[in-house]
């Protein structure tokens, strides 16, 4: 077929990944993620056109992540990845395409042989979708996915499929059957199309067109990349503040009732600020001061955990990872272990890291010095990254 346009949705919030910075612009290579998507459909010979479906609040990540890739203007998702897609499609009408073909922002190793199959599919049905056979032994659990849950059943794997992207479809066959879809919703296009009965053909896909969901996944992808040597590097970070009046402190991203306040110009939050200061130091990028001036207003009372997401975008700008992070409080008061967990669950998500990789610990003086006199809290940190050579 000609005239075959890619579609590439990239509106998600990546609430699974976790952290600030959506999965499809984290770094990989020391490109985003999208990126890498984009150019393996852009490259293919069968495809025209390459239009991303994005959130208007990613318009500078995505503007810095294609840059000079001279794709279609990109086109505001929805609320949900149907509403995105149908966006898209609509988008794409004045082009008039006989087909398009739906890809995921985070499936970055999308080859040239699985885009060949699923345009191959189009010439002999409406729709056609790179998948991967089932052969693992499937079991059915009596409660829904968790850590653990007790088998059911076992399930024949039979004529099952594990679906991927791209998705492929004539055009006004798949528009069509969004716009019937309206209001319903549906996992994947494919559905969207069985929905309104069109027949869809299922292709060979690739193991190594997986889809990025979480921390691990990313790791996976470098390995895949080549990876190629890593230097690491490690860095100290150290914080202190005060105590003024007030009913509770910030501490590691987590509100702790306290017969005090910590005094600082952003919300003085020690633990956050050590952090960050001991990811900027692996880097040799300052400290947290030289980035966000106390004497600047803008960060008068600022979420400290906006410098800890800058300075791990800093990382990841340099094709950097991190690797490990561990954070001592040191104070008589409040205490920190009723709220470890919380303080580890947070940094991990503001990172995007998983949290076997944050450490966070609590010691007293022992009544000496001014945190033993509960005059302030102080916190060191350590962070370890890994940097490519």
Known sequence: MSGTVALIVAAGRGARFGGDVPKQYRRLGGRAVLRHAVERLQSHPGIAQVRVVISPDDRARYDEAVAGLGLLPPVAGGATRQQSVRNGLESLIPLKP???????AARPFLDAGVIDRVIEGLARAPGAIAALPVVDTIKR???AAGATARIETTTSRDRLWRAQTPQGFRFDAILAAHRAAAGTEHTDDAAVAEATGLAVELVMGSEENFKITTEDDLQRAERLLGGGAWEYRSASGYDVHRFAPGDAIMLCGIRVPHSAALEGHSDAD???HALTDALLGCIGAGDIG?????????????DSSKFLAHAGELVAAKGGRIAHLDVTIICERP????HRAAMIERIAQILGLDQGRVSVKAT?????????RAEGIAAQATATVALPL
């Open 98 to 104: 006989d087909a398009v073909l739906i890809h995921d």
């Open 141 to 143: 659990a009596k409660e």
């Open 270 to 272: 020690v633990g956050l």
């Open 290 to 302: 030289q980035h966000f001036p106390p004497s600047d207003p803008r960060w008068r009372g600022a």
């Open 335 to 338: 205490k920190v272990g009723p």
């Open 364 to 372: 007293t003086t022992e009544g000496l010095g001014f945190t033993g």
